[in-house]
């Protein structure tokens, strides 16, 4: 069974940066995919950067040039540097790791970390 921790959350003023982990625990199998979400009070759930095993990582616009995904394949552990941090990108921040094997998807999710960004 995966199991995945977070954490790097905290209280940050606009234009700092944190790093966010996401550790997993568990065997892990390819092709997976780890995606990060975040989600503000009153907003949907929304993804934020995804990194296919063996592909390009991919962000939504809001954060492209500023969020970036990566990944310590000796550790399993997944991260989200996030810099020049905006009041916008408030939320609680979740990474999801998605698995396929056998012709099946198996989803796995962190507890979440909140990110605060405020002067």
């Known amino acids: 069974q995966v199991q995945l921790v977070e954490s790097g959350g905290g209280f940050v003023q606009p234009g700092e940066s944190l790093r966010l982990s996401c550790a997993a625990s568990g065997v892990i199998f390819a092709p997976n995919t780890m995606n990060w979400y975040r989600q503000a009070p009153g907003k949907q759930r929304e993804l934020v950067a995804a990194m296919p095993s063996g592909e390009t990582p991919t962000y939504v616009d809001s954060v492209k040039g500023r969020f970036t995904i990566s990944r310590d394949n000796a550790n399993d552990i997944w991260y989200l540097q996030m810099n020049s941090l905006k009041p916008e990108d408030t939320a609680v921040y979740l990474c999801?790791?998605?698995?396929?094997?056998?012709?099946?998807?198996?989803?796995?999710w962190g507890q979440g970390t909140q990110v605060t960004v405020s002067s």
């Open positions: 999801n790791l998605v698995v396929s094997r056998r012709g099946r998807l198996a989803t796995y």
